[in-house]
Antibody, heavy 121, light 107 residues
Framework: EVKLLESGGGLVQPGGSMRLSCAAS????????MNWIRQPAGKAPEWLGF??????????EYNPSVKGRFTISRDNTQNMLYLQMNTLRAEDTATYYC????????????WGQGVMVTVSS | DIQMTQSPASLSASLGETVSIECLAS??????LAWYQQKPGKSPQLLIY???SLQDGVPSRFSGSESGTQYSLEINSLQPEDEGDYFC?????????FGSGTKLEIK
């Protein structure tokens, strides 16, 4: 059974940093692209970026809305995905999800349960 | 960025009815369109990918279609558990983008 479990959310001050983690299990982690997606309360999801699989060199792609502030990485020995967020702003307040890309394109076939990040003083 | 214009924003329908939700892409996305269902307090769940391919485990009353840059999700024979939010997402070009969502209420 595919499982994705995020952790590391909470309250952070504007300008601060936070790292989110996502523990993956139930599939061959290195075979899949892995994504971070966020969703402010009551709004649509926003794709933040992904990190490619082993066959594609674990390279990254980002949404320009967060490029330069957010960094996606993975530890393939621990089946972990990470999102490092810097210079956080109030508008970064949202539920953050990790999600696995599907086999046939850039859609998301499994999602974690999400973790809340609140940026506020 | 590719804009996904989703309609309606909300709809209310009765058990057993058929409803349709639309997404209009701002440019050709060549069938690279997915649909998700999200229930309150839960993460989105994939229903349809590549415009009309049903994800494993999703009931066959859900179906997807396309006409040019217009994509549709149809839900036949509405069930109580179909209540929730529905989002489309284009997977053709970066950044990947979502529609604004449709809230479906079952009367």
């Amino acid at each position: 059974e595919v499982k994705l479990l995020e952790s590391g959310g909470g309250l952070v001050q504007p300008g601060g940093s936070m790292r989110l983690s996502c523990a993956a299990s139930g599939f061959t982690f290195t075979d899949f692209y892995m994504n971070w997606i966020r969703q402010p309360a009551g709004k649509a999801p926003e794709w933040l970026g992904f990190i490619r699989n082993k066959a594609n060199g674990y390279t990254t792609e980002y949404n320009p809305s967060v490029k330069g502030r957010f960094t996606i990485s993975r530890d393939n020995t621990q089946n972990m995905l990470y999102l490092q967020m810097n210079t956080l702003r109030a508008e970064d307040t949202a539920t953050y999800y990790c999600a696995r890309s599907g086999n046939y394109g850039h859609y998301f076939d499994y999602w974690g349960q999400g973790v809340m990040v609140t940026v506020s003083s | 960025d590719i804009q996904m214009t989703q309609s309606p924003a909300s709809l209310s329908a009765s058990l057993g009815e058929t409803v349709s939700i639309e997404c209009l892409a701002s440019e050709d996305i060549y069938s690279n369109l997915a649909w998700y269902q999200q229930k309150p307090g839960k993460s989105p769940q994939l229903l349809i990918y590549y415009a009309s391919s049903l994800q494993d485990g999703v009931p066959s009353r859900f179906s997807g279609s396309e006409s040019g840059t217009q994509y549709s999700l149809e839900i036949n024979s509405l069930q109580p558990e179909d209540e929730g939010d529905y989002f489309c997402q284009q997977s053709y070009k970066f950044p990947l983008t979502f529609g604004s969502g449709t809230k479906l209420e079952i009367k």
